[in-house]
T-cell receptor
């Protein structure tokens, strides 16, 4: 139980294009989902927290117009990197929890490479 | 604010060696403590957890004990295998952190056959 998937697992795009990453909770309803970014050989940095049906809460320093997060249902959250640039290349990981304060279950991650 | 400090890597050991990865934390109240493991190219997997003082989390031969007096949650394994090669993250969810996970910097572990 408590499986979280991400799609795609990797993506390569040209600079200036937008990329959407999906995060799905496969066997439970996730009222809260989190998006993290991980640079090579570094720890995870929380980007934003999203609750189903409401706007995401972004961490300080994260551009909300650059990283659009939508949590439209209890099993799906999307992260859209708009007008991607090479510095946006990174490993993006989502996690989901039954409710705020509960354990988070992590997806396998999406590697984004912007050329 | 809350924080986690873990020993820097990389750590390289021979197969069947004893492993300790140190982790200490700073937090108000009684946080929940976790160890996550990340295999190459993958996301994080919860390895073990402890939610109150003196609890011992264990899984796959790994153990960690929640020590409030020393604010520590060191990860140990008696006999490591090549398949244990990964990056290990110590983490906490604090009373005041609204379920946000605070991660340590990660420790890369490599096991030689």
């Amino acid at each position: 139980g408590a499986v979280v998937s991400q799609h795609p697992s990797w993506v390569i795009c040209k600079s200036g294009t937008s990329v959407k990453i999906e995060c799905r909770s496969l066997d439970f309803q996730a009222t809260t989902m989190f998006w993290y970014r991980q640079f090579p050989k570094q720890s995870l940095m929380l980007m934003a927290t999203s609750n189903e049906g409401s706007k995401a809460t972004y961490e300080q320093g994260v551009e909300k117009d650059k990283f659009l997060i939508n949590h439209a249902s209890l099993t799906l959250s999307t992260l859209t990197v708009t007008s991607a640039h090479p510095e946006d290349s990174s490993f993006y990981i989502c996690s989901a929890s039954y409710k705020l304060g509960n354990e988070q279950f992590f997806g396998p991650g999406t590697r984004l490479t912007v050329l | 604010g809350d924080s986690v400090t873990q020993m820097e890597g990389p750590v390289t050991l021979s197969e069947e060696a004893f492993l300790t990865i140190n982790c200490t934390y700073t937090a108000t109240g009684y946080p929940s403590l976790f160890w996550y493991v990340q295999y190459p190219g993958e996301g994080l997997q919860l390895l073990l957890k402890a939610t109150k003082a003196d609890d011992k989390g264990s899984n796959k031969g790994f153990e960690a004990t929640y020590r409030k007096e020393t604010t520590s949650f060191h990860l140990e394994k008696g006999s490591v295998q090549v398949s244990d090669s990964a990056v290990y993250f110590c983490a906490l969810i604090g009373y005041s952190s609204a379920s946000k996970i605070i991660f340590g910097s990660g420790t890369r572990l490599s096991i030689r056959p």
